[in-house]
Structures are given as C-alpha cells and as structure tokens.
C-alpha cells in the first residue's frame, strides 16, 4: 500500500486540518488575548470596568469550559456524528460565538463565550483525532505529523495577538472580537472546501454492537441535550425570580465542583467499569498519569493570559524605539517560539530514536521549563516592586522556557494519548486528555485570582515551587511507567 505524502511527505488531509485549526486558533488566541484587559478596563475606556480577581475568575471558568467541553464533544463524534461533521458544526458555532462577543453589551459578551465553548467543544478534541487517524498506527511519521500540525496551530496563535490585539486595544475591544469571528469564518470555509483530502479518516462514528446500542447512544444524546437545557431554563428562572443570585464567583465555585467531580466520576468509571482487557487497564493507568502532568503544567502555562497579561500591561515597558505596543503583544511569543522551535525538537526526537526520554520523562523536563519560567519573573517582580516598569525581555525569556516546556509536553502528550486509547473510545479518550487542560485552565484561574491580595513576586514564587515539586515527582516515576508503555512508546 503506497503511503499519501502530498503535503511535506505526510497525508493531503494534513492541509486541510492543518489550516482549519490554524484560523480556529486565530479566533481563540486572538479573544483569549483581549478577555482580561478588556474586562480590567474602565468604562469609559469600553470596557467592563471589572477588578482583576472578578476579571481572572472569569478567565479561568471560560477556558476551563472550552476545554471541559472536549469530553462530550468527542463523545458525540463517536457516538453520533463522527469526528468529520462534528468538527465542521463546531466550526460554525465558533465563528457565531466570536461575532456575537463583537455585539457593545454584556449579555450579548457572555451569551457569545458560552457558544465559542460549545463550537470548541465540539471542534477540538475531534480535529486532532483525525490528525492521528491520517496514519496507520505502525506509521513513523505520526509524531512529526502532529509537530507539523501543531506550527499550524501557533501560526494562528502568533497572527491572533498581533492582528486581534492591535484592533482592540488601539481601537475598539469589539472590533478585535470580530477579527477573532472573521477568522474563524475562513476556517470553516477552508474545511468545507478540504472535506474530501480526509478520505475516510473521521468519516463515521463507531458502528455500535447492535442496533439496540446505537439506539442507546441516540436516546443518550438526545436526553444529554434536553438535560442541559433544562438545567440553564432552571438557573434563569431561579435568578429572575430571585430565589438564588448567580455571580462570577459563584458560578466559577460550581463550575470546579462540576468540573472536579466529573473528573472523579470519569475516572473511577476508567478502572473501575467499562469491558477493558488488561493491556488497556495498563493504558488506562498511564493516561491518568498524564492527566494529571498535563493538567500541572497548565496550571502553570496559562498565567500567560491572567497575571502575566496584567503585569504585562502595569509592570512592564511597553515602549520600544520609540513604539508603544499593546500589552496583548505579548501572547505572540509563545508561539512565535513555538514556530521557530518545533522542527528542532521534532528532529532531535527522529535523531533520538529510541534512545529519546519517554512520555513522562518529557512532562518533567517541561515542568522544570516551567520552574525556570518563574524563577525569572520573580526577579522582574522583584524589580518593579520599586514601582519601576521593567525591561519586555523579562516576560521573552519567561515565555521562551515556558514554550520549551510546552514543546516536551503538548505534541507528545496528543501523540501519547492517540496511541493509548483503545480504539472504539478514541474520541472520549482525546476528551480526556482536553479535560486537562480544562482542569489545568480552571487552576490556573483560581491561582491568578491571588494576584489581587498577593504580591506578584509572591505569587510567582509559589508557583515556581508548586511546578518544582511536580517536575521532580514525575522524574521519579518516569521509569515504572515507560515499563507500562512498553509497545505503544515508539
């Protein structure tokens, strides 16, 4: 059988996926780089006018939600769609949700944010699935694939800030939100017209045991559908009545009780349930302990949208030659590192060979990336205490150890978990790897909410242990599980 290598020596379809998720992730990072600052600005400056811990709690619920939203998502494309439709539908609600943020009101702003989280809910987890499903499983060019494919996503990721954050800053917040839907509007057009290079990859959902199954499943969906519009039609008629008052505090304290509980829940049904033979008992058990290096390390990632941003935009020197550009510029770097940087790493994992550090082993060295990465602003911090805006080259070299970090953990990490989900629950399985991210995101709001009534050298600190601890627990263990994965490693 000859191999498809029409596009840089891997499959056609890797195009089509490749550019998709390049304007979906335009669209996120784009919005993702305006939500603080724009809800932390005045009212007359068009914002919100929101203190930080309100702004941060916020932050953390919205991306927790996206990514917790994976786990249906792939659920449905297995169940119901298949990853190919699902992806598309999500594509539509994304770029409906960003263009309704572009709407000048608050409930339009959140009413949009709840449909971008269901749209990549349902995109996600799905598009990177059939990233995996283009290679037969015996394939060597599946890593590189997923590395090619993840420049795909942080072209979008470095155009997003700079294009999305220039309009909204210097602008008008909304008109930065809908670039961010104009975006997402030529990725849906892109996958439209690139729909047949996927062949049959993520064509059909899993062909259930029986026709009383499928009949299962669809009974399944159909009440998971109503069930949560009878919960939002409950929550509004508790507020207008006004027998419960929600707020941001409040609905972020839910939401980590759901989102903690859910997790417990898929878990205990992970080891507990479900027909697994033994081979994938032991799968199972390395994917909890990715899960659950994933989700440190998030934890630790994603201050780049809550505190950096703000000490980005009151802390740092936002001057250069003369030049003064927005704070939100600083989201660029990241993956503007990860463009220069991931075909280094892809070639050192290929001259590697076997002789490369396992999975986990990857995970700790990001961890002590991360470490690094505090370790350093807390020098900036220490040296803006003064009440003097540092130099911008504290924040580069904080997201340049930061993006090292995410190049030894995230494209391994989808790989990994590809490989290590049985294949009747491949969609569920890549849910749960974006359910830590959602865990991770979700932690990273509540510790960016401390930067209120911390100091940020403080706040920094703490973190920098809590990821030290972390990078050295995974080190230990790292041995005993690449004995688990023995046969699915490489």
């Keep these: 059988m000859n ?27 784009g919005m993702r780089a305006l939500l603080v600052l724009f809800m932390t600005a005045g009212v007359a400056q068009g914002g919100f ?69 269901v749209g990549t809910g349902l995109l ?12 037969r499983p015996e394939d060597p060019r599946r890593e590189s694939g997923f590395s090619i494919f993840y420049i795909g996503i942080n072209l979008g990721s470095t155009i997003a800030p700079l294009a999305c954050g220039w309009v909204g800053e210097k602008m008008n917040w909304h008109w930065g939100f809908a670039l961010a839907g104009i975006g997402m509007v030529f990725g849906v057009i892109t996958y439209w017209f690139g729909l047949k290079r996927l062949g049959e990859a993520g064509l059909r959902p899993v062909e259930p045991p029986s026709a009383e199954v499928g009949r299962q499943w669809k009974k399944s969906f159909r ?33 980590g009780l759901v989102l903690f509980g859910l997790t417990l829940a898929l878990f205990g049904w992970m080891f507990f349930g479900g027909d697994w033979t033994a081979e994938e008992r032991k799968r199972l058990g390395v994917i909890a302990v990715l899960f659950v290096g994933s989700s440190l390390f998030w934890a630790a990632f994603e201050q780049a949208g809550s505190s950096f941003n703000l000490f980005a935009k009151n802390n740092t020197d936002t001057v250069l030659w003369g030049f003064d550009f927005p704070a939100s510029w600083f ?37 002590f990336c991360a470490t690094g990465g505090f370790a350093v602003m807390m020098m900036a911090a220490q040296r803006s205490a003064a009440g003097v805006k540092v130099s911008p080259m504290w924040l580069v070299v904080t997201y340049l150890l930061h993006t090292f970090g995410e190049l030894l953990l995230s494209p391994v990490g989808l790989s990994a978990m590809t490989r290590l989900a049985p294949s009747r629950v491949g969609g569920l399985m890549m849910g749960v790897w974006f359910l830590s991210l959602s ?11 401390f930067y209120g009534d911390m100091q940020p ?5 703490s973190l920098g242990i809590l990821t030290l601890v972390a990078a050295l627990a995974l080190a230990l263990i790292a041995r005993p599980v690449a004995r688990m994965m023995r046969g699915v490693e490489q």
Excluded: C
Aim: aromatic share 16%; charged share 10%; hydrophobic share 50%.
């Design 457 to 461: 050298y403080e706040l920094f600190k």
């Design 331 to 367: 989201q660029a770097l990241n993956a503007g590192f990860i463009i220069s940087f991931a075909a280094v790493f892809a070639w050192i994992w290929i001259k590697l060979g076997d002789r490369q550090p396992g999975s986990v082993m990857k995970f700790a060295l990001a961890m």
């Design 124 to 135: 996600k987890p799905n598009i990177s699935t059939i990233v995996g499903q283009l290679y």
């Design 3 to 29: 191999q498809d290598t029409r596009f840089f020596g891997h499959p056609a379809g890797l195009s089509t996926l490749f550019f998709t998720e390049l304007w979906e992730r335009f669209g996120y990072y």
């Design 49 to 117: 006018g929101y203190d930080s811990t309100r702004a941060f709690a916020i932050y953390g619920l919205y991306t927790a939600s996206v990514y917790m939203a994976s786990l249906p998502g792939g659920w449905i494309a297995d169940r119901i769609l298949g990853q190919q439709r699902t992806v598309l539908y999500g594509g539509v609600l994304i770029a409906i949700g960003y263009l309704t943020l572009a709407l000048p009101a608050e409930a339009t702003f959140f009413t949009g944010m709840a449909v971008v989280v």
């Design 223 to 255: 009440n998971g559908l109503l069930g949560t519009a009878g919960v939002l039609m409950a929550g509004l008629a508790l507020q207008g009545t006004g027998i419960v008052q929600f707020n941001a505090e409040r609905l972020v304290d839910f939401a």
């Design 439 to 449: 865990m991770g995101n979700y932690l990273a709001g509540r510790l960016a909410a």
